[in-house]
């Protein structure tokens, strides 16, 4: 199969990921409207064609929390990339740092920050839940750190957990259900069996050896669903920066006030984001509210974006609404389960053609000069 666009990477992560897994990317919380607006919202926006301009000396090169990246994408963390593929959290970190853009790694993770400092050489972000388990905290913080991660990401909107019908369905549950029908579905993807019966990585791997009772992954289940905190307020952003000296992003922001309270916290970045549609169904795609959130605060904080961007076309939306960069999810997942770090990496290369081609065809020749003039009717 001929791989030209991130649903192709799509329909091959379909054909090897066992079901459990591939649709525990693919879906939202509830109805899912939230996960179908983010995409629906950013195609919508029609981009304005100019003519008869200068298209030669093109760069897509740009910055991302002052880091100089290769395009302003960064992957987003994803929880348990390591059973999208075997070792994926590994793979996904290397193919971001062979291309030159950050990848952030999730808490919840199958390999561990130590791991992937090791096996990649680039360094990378860190993606931070804060859990009941304070302590727990401050050492995912300092192994962050150890590990040379340059930013911390926060993310805000998890405080409970949205429900995904897919999820429950396939047995991904607390604990997870283990029954002949995931067997069926593992059974039915010998290459992906084989490929994880290679690796020893399995486990939420930031748990294991750190949080107390989380061996197992059924404890390690129970373990997460007991550590959301309901009494997490900003002023828990205060202890974060206190302890974090690199760059700080708080991600999960959809709201032009809640973007204000942000931006007084001293955090370097917001990342306008619904997470993906896996939070609050019936909230409005991210893209729909960047240009608001980032008139309220761009000249204090940077704004950065997430949610439904599959294309160079996407990232070049939210760019000219006013996103200093992109992450992908989703995009990273299906590439990851389709082919592994080669397709991580085809996923990046799709998107840097498709953005540096549209670029082209909007009249623009560098990153810094992408913005509103360049959509229809804005
Ligand atoms: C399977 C999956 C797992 C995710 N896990 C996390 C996570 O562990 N931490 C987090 O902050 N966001 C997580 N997210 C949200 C992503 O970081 C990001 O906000 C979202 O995927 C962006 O939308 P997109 O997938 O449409 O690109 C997850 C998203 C998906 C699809």
Redesign the pocket.
């Given at each position: 199969m001929q791989v030209l666009e991130i649903a192709d990477l799509m329909a091959l992560a379909r054909r090897r990921v066992p079901r459990m897994f591939f649709d525990?990317?693919d879906s939202g919380a509830y109805t899912e409207s939230t996960y179908r607006s983010?995409?629906a919202d950013l195609g919508a926006i029609k981009l304005r064609q100019r003519v008869g301009r200068k298209l030669s000396g093109r760069s897509l090169q740009s910055t991302m929390l002052g880091q100089q990246v290769a395009m302003p994408v960064a992957i987003?963390?994803?929880?348990i990339a390591g059973m999208q593929r075997a070792d994926g959290e590994i793979l996904g970190a290397r193919a971001a740092a062979a291309f030159g853009v950050p990848f952030t790694l999730?808490?919840?993770s199958v390999c561990s920050i130590e791991d992937v400092a090791t096996h990649s050489k680039a360094p990378f972000w860190f993606?931070l839940?804060v859990m009941r388990d304070r302590g727990f905290v401050e050492s995912l913080m300092q192994r962050a750190e150890a590990a040379g991660c340059p930013a911390l990401?926060v993310?805000l909107d998890?405080q409970l957990v949205g429900q995904r019908h897919k999820d429950l369905r396939n047995g991904m549950a607390t604990p997870p259900r283990l029954g002949l029908s995931t067997a069926l579905q593992l059974a039915s993807r010998p290459a992906w069996c084989f490929d994880m019966l290679r690796t020893r990585r399995h486990r939420l791997g930031n748990l294991v050896g750190h949080a107390k009772g989380a061996d197992d992954l059924t404890s390690m289940a129970q373990w997460v669903a007991s550590q959301f905190d309901l009494e997490f307020c900003w002023d828990d952003i205060a202890f974060i920066r206190e302890r974090w000296k690199g760059k700080l992003i708080l991600?999960g922001v959809l709201d032009a006030e809640d973007a204000r309270l942000a931006a007084a916290t001293g955090a370097d970045a917001i990342v306008v984001?619904n997470?993906?549609?896996?939070q609050l169904d019936g909230a409005p795609s991210s893209i729909s509210k960047l240009a608001s959130i980032a008139e309220a605060v761009g000249d204090r904080i940077e704004v950065q974006v997430?949610?439904?961007?599959t294309s160079g076309q996407d990232v070049f939306r939210a760019l000219a609404l006013g996103a200093k960069g992109a992450?992908?999810?989703?995009?990273f997942?299906y590439g990851l389960g389709a082919l592994g770090e080669a397709g991580v990496t085809r996923a990046l290369d799709i998107i840097a053609s498709e953005l540096d081609t549209t670029m082209a065809l909007c009249g623009e020749r560098s990153i810094a000069d992408i913005g509103r003039h360049n959509l229809e009717g804005y």
């Open positions: 525990y990317a983010n995409a987003a963390p994803t929880g999730s808490t919840m993606q839940y990401m993310t998890l991600k984001s997470h993906g549609g896996r997430d949610g439904g961007i992450y992908i999810g989703r995009a997942l």
